[in-house]
């Protein structure tokens, strides 16, 4: 059974020296709370195989930073199109890995609303929320709203 697991990044700055969104950094809380998040994972046993994110600069940083606090053995991955990126396209990008347990760093309101299509949850991704959902051998499409929480969403709030 694959795991999806679907986080938010963490607290970022208002704005960037370049004046662009994207180039947005991580707060110092924000960056705590992306390690608070990997040693999460560390407690549940949930390292993940693979950790997919937005080229953002605040979705890298959460990412890097949960990669270092797990040891992830890979890179992590950047994916382009996740930058403010609908559901659609999330789900689009995690259909396409084979890992068992896959990591996926992005953006709101495209995280929420995947969470909410992959498992029927409505819970809203504050910064730094993650969810862990089970995906069943039988379902073949994430959109078929197959996915089962297994634990409600955590939230890491900022110091």
Same mark, same amino acid.
């Given at each position: 059974m694959q795991e999806i697991l679907l986080m938010r990044h963490g607290r =970022? =700055? !208002? =704005?960037? !020296?370049? #004046?662009?969104?994207?180039d947005r950094p991580l707060t110092a809380s924000g960056c705590e709370q992306a390690a608070a998040a990997a040693r999460w994972l560390q407690q549940q046993g949930r390292i993940p195989d693979l950790i997919i994110a937005s080229p953002a600069l605040r979705t890298r940083q959460t990412a890097e930073r949960v990669a270092e606090v797990v040891e992830l053995l890979g890179p992590v991955e950047l994916a382009p199109s996740l930058y403010n990126a609908p559901a659609g396209k999330l789900i689009e990008v995690l259909e396409q890995t084979r890992a068992e347990? @896959? *990591? *996926? @760093? #992005?953006?709101?309101? #495209?995280?929420s609303w995947c969470w909410q299509i992959i498992t029927g949850d409505s819970t809203a991704f504050k910064p730094a929320s993650l969810g862990v959902a089970a995906m069943p051998e039988n379902c073949e499409q994430l959109a078929d709203g197959c996915g089962v929480p297994v634990q409600p969403v955590q939230h890491f709030p900022a110091r």
């Open positions: =970022a =700055a !208002d =704005a960037s !020296d370049s #004046g662009s969104d994207f347990r @896959v *990591l *996926l @760093v #992005g953006h709101n309101p #495209g995280i």
